[in-house]
């Protein structure tokens, strides 16, 4: 049986969302899943750059203080940047799972297919492809974008 780092905390135990906040994963991406930590390998330089631009073009569009500490309730737009490794399964129940925490809006961003579908409140969801506009609806209303923009 391999030893288990030091910092690698017992991911079958439940954690807390302060827990996370002081956990420190070296050179991995975390995120909690129903109270499991969820360690992921980084994404890469192009998930990283399509992320970047979108956060450019949304920072425009709004600008609000946010606090160091995780909210308490679901944001209003959730967007998830796919990286070669993620599992569609898995994507689709974490878009289940913001929606059922609230969420109004979840974008999933495809820059292999180059393609997003968009999830909304009330179940529906559509595809765009890269000509296409992500637009913000009722949750940032004004806000739009071609998806090509922000795959560079």
Request: aromatic share 6%; with cysteine; net charge negative.
């Amino acid at each position: 049986m391999p030893a288990q780092h030091a910092y690698v905390p017992d991911m079958n135990q439940l954690m807390t969302a302060e827990e996370l906040l002081s956990t420190n994963v070296p050179n991995k991406r975390t995120e909690l899943v129903r109270g499991r930590l969820i360690v992921h390998e980084p994404p890469g330089g192009r998930h990283g750059y399509i992320a970047a631009n979108l956060a450019f073009q949304l920072n425009q569009h709004i600008d609000q203080p946010i606090p160091n500490t995780y909210l308490e309730f679901a944001p209003d737009l959730v967007v998830e940047v796919l990286s070669h490794n993620d599992r569609p399964g898995e994507v689709l129940a974490k878009v289940g799972d913001w929606l059922d925490a609230g969420a109004r809006l979840v974008w999933v961003v495809d820059p292999e297919r180059r393609l997003a579908r968009v999830y909304r409140e009330d179940g529906t969801e559509y595809m765009l492809n890269e000509t296409a506009q992500l637009l913000g609806e009722d949750v940032l209303p004004g806000f739009s974008c071609t998806l090509a923009s922000i795959l560079g």
